[in-house]
DNA sequence: ATAAATCGTACGTAATTCGCAAAACGTGCT
DNA sequence: AGCACGTTTTGCGAATTACGTACGATTTAT
């Protein structure tokens, strides 16, 4: 489907995050190094060549700020900020600095992912307009562009837990998604939610698609494992 | 869809600047080499050959000045400046150097590549002639260049914001655009204003819609994610 | 100087999310 | 077959969040 894969360096001192970004990372597709601090991260940056960086601001030692004006005296490869959430005087800090985009905790995977592409894409090439990125099965598709999932009998009509829930199904068609899973998609990671949570919105999510002319059975439960979406 | 793409030497040494400007001038389907210095830009001037110069004014070293005396001993190509807010006087100073026009930073998208056609079309041939710059959607068309959106119940009367608001949503018919997107594509700088202000102006948006005889609808809420504006 | 446009805040309302608790279901065992 | 146990489904109300709208302050254009 693609060439080269992009390599990131991703640049966080808590595990939980740079599990999550790197899980996500990896499952679409792009190939990730992970450091906790800013010193191996230039010495990486020197070594290897990355297509993007992501780093945090706060870090152990050298700050994410001070890592983003080294490296972008080396290089003039895009640089994607993570951050507590509500600290709206960073956002200006850190672009004016010359990153190029940034992102505020909590966020999901697919904000994170939108993020990357957009970045990358800015970097070179760009990917084709039209490339659509739709998934389709079992005649249901679903315009992760649009925000759309429709079929035959039209439009479904989800809130955006239950996109982001379908989302996460359809991309696995076929396969059981777990619980767990599924919070980390939909939900983005250190959500602290239950997971019996998860059966309450597959609920509401088999609902609409019912109500909407279509077979709820098309997620399936797998007993003592999640979810499964009909291939 | 073109014949072949124009270069642009884009010259500023603000990263987030250049990036801004070059993936605008990607995103219109022109070519751009970027360089933070005079001294790189005069060389790579001499070794290939642009259809167009974008300096900013304040340089380390060579001043932007300094730099449009020296291209203009060799070239005749258009020179477009940039600058920082409030410096009228560097206007007029600019232009009789020989630039041959001015944009003042902060400066939104859609600006900058009006003002890099316009001199493009100066310096050569000229677009094509009937090559209009114009989105239709839903039965509303928006032309570019006259600044107009109408349709079949006439002209809809817009402010430059609610314009380049609509502009961004038709551009991208039948997809989500987030706040953030509209906030670089209509108002030019990302972060500079509350994303909470894109839906005062969007209501505003869609009151001039509907007074004009035009369904509001046609500007779609999508909860959690942005709007979006009917295919 | 006057008018137009822009921006942000405040607040009401409606949509969404969440998790408990009870009911229904599936499974294995006797 | 019937029972017991763990799992999933479902209903429902409370808390949260997003959105629309109004209004006033500020900036910009004429």
Do not use: Q
């Amino acid at each position: 489907m693609n060439e080269t894969p992009h390599r990131i360096l991703v640049v966080d001192d808590e595990p939980s995050i740079t599990e999550f970004v790197s899980y996500a990372l990896k499952k679409e597709g792009f190939f990730s190094d992970v450091v906790d601090n800013g010193e191996d991260a230039l010495a990486l940056a020197s070594k290897n060549s990355y297509d993007l960086f992501i780093l945090d601001i706060m870090l152990p030692g050298m700050d994410g700020y001070e890592l983003c004006r080294r490296l972008r005296s080396k290089t003039t490869v895009p640089v994607l900020f993570l951050s507590a959430r509500d600290t709206e005087l960073d956002k200006v800090v850190g672009l004016e600095i010359g990153g190029d985009d940034y992102l505020a905790k909590p966020f999901g995977v697919r904000e994170l992912i939108a993020r990357v592409r957009a970045l990358l894409r800015r970097g070179s090439g760009g990917d084709f307009p039209g490339a659509s990125h739709a998934i389709t099965a079992s005649n249901i598709t679903l315009d992760e562009d649009a925000h759309t999932a429709s079929g035959e009998h039209g439009e479904i009509e989800l809130t955006p837990r239950e996109f982001e829930l379908l989302a996460s199904l359809m991309k696995n068609a076929g396969k059981v998604v777990s619980r767990e899973d599924l919070l980390r998609d939909a939900w983005g990671w250190e959500y602290l939610t239950e997971t019996k949570t998860v059966d309450t919105h597959i609920k509401r999510l088999r609902d609409k698609i019912e109500s909407a002319g279509y077979d709820p059975a098309l997620v399936e439960t797998v007993r003592g494992y999640g979810y499964r979406f009909k291939a």
